[in-house]
């Protein structure tokens, strides 16, 4: 019989998140002995690789970092999504330490988005073969699915969980001018909450504008609405599309008697851009 105990075999399974009976066969395979062991699963585990590249990891985490800019005028944030197969992995020490080193690599590379972001040496290797490393020790698919960036007179940063047990699952930058730094939290959360797809009308794509503009008039035409008020009613409903899709023209989330512009009016600020990732989304 293996010489292990129980701790042993529970200690192995949260470093490496792999399943009870393949750890209780790598300390059987060890003799007890837990760096093997935890060597035996890693080599599995890459062994593995190629056949998890077709499962879904769709679990995981989100997480951020704002830094002052180089030339100290300004902050700059940088945000990445880590995903994972399960939720057991994305709270696992192991995970989470590798999280940090993505959004190091993130921040301190440059990288703005996930390949160049893999392909980023760290210490002589590329990050991508440290995912797979972790990957292999963890036994699941890892993906570094996307980097975002922005960069401001301030960047104020939101994380939120979904699940109080489970790591940052949305995370949301935002950049603004100074004055506007007094809401950019609040402002924040109400994009987690709301998820925005634009930060202005100006930035919406024209053609969708003009499909907007189309169904609304074909719905109005199908409802029976006079042809005199058709206009009217196209643009209101467009003004409806605004308001789900466009940051500035949304209700406030702490006072929806009040838009984000009107509340950024209140304090004479500007918000300049803004992130937000949701895991899986």
Do not use: C, W
């Amino acid at each position: 019989m293996a010489n292990y105990s129980l701790q042993d075999l529970k200690a192995l399974r949260e470093k490496t998140g792999a399943g009870m009976l393949d750890v209780k066969k790598a300390l059987e395979e060890a003799d007890g002995d837990a760096d093997k062991a935890l060597e035996i699963i890693r080599v599995k585990g890459l062994k593995g690789v190629s056949k998890r590249e077709g499962r879904s990891a769709s679990d995981g985490l989100v997480t951020a970092q704002v830094t002052p800019t180089a030339d100290g005028e300004g902050e700059s944030g940088v945000i990445v999504e880590i995903n994972s197969e399960t939720d057991f992995v994305a709270k696992n020490a192991t995970f989470l330490t590798l999280a940090e080193k993505v959004l190091a690599t993130a921040v301190s590379s440059g990288a703005r988005d996930a390949d160049a972001l893999v392909s980023t040496d760290v210490d002589g290797t590329s990050l991508q073969t440290i995912v797979d490393e972790t990957a292999a020790t963890l036994g699941e698919k890892i993906v570094v699915r996307r980097v975002g960036r922005v960069a401001g007179e301030r960047v104020a940063l939101y994380l939120h969980k979904v699940n109080k047990d489970l790591p940052p699952q949305v995370g949301v930058l935002v950049a603004t001018d100074v004055a506007g730094a007094a809401v950019a939290r609040d402002i924040a959360t109400h994009i987690a909450a709301f998820s925005p797809l634009y930060l202005s009308r100006d930035e919406v794509p024209a053609e969708t504008v003009e499909n907007e503009r189309r169904i609304a008039e074909e719905t109005a035409r199908n409802e029976g609405k006079p042809e005199a008020a058709l206009t009217k009613i196209v643009e209101g409903r467009l003004n409806g599309y605004f308001k789900d899709v466009v940051l500035l023209d949304q209700a406030f989330a702490k006072d929806a008697k009040k838009s984000v512009a009107q509340v950024l009016a209140e304090v004479g600020g500007t918000v300049t851009g803004f992130v937000r990732f949701r895991v899986g989304a």
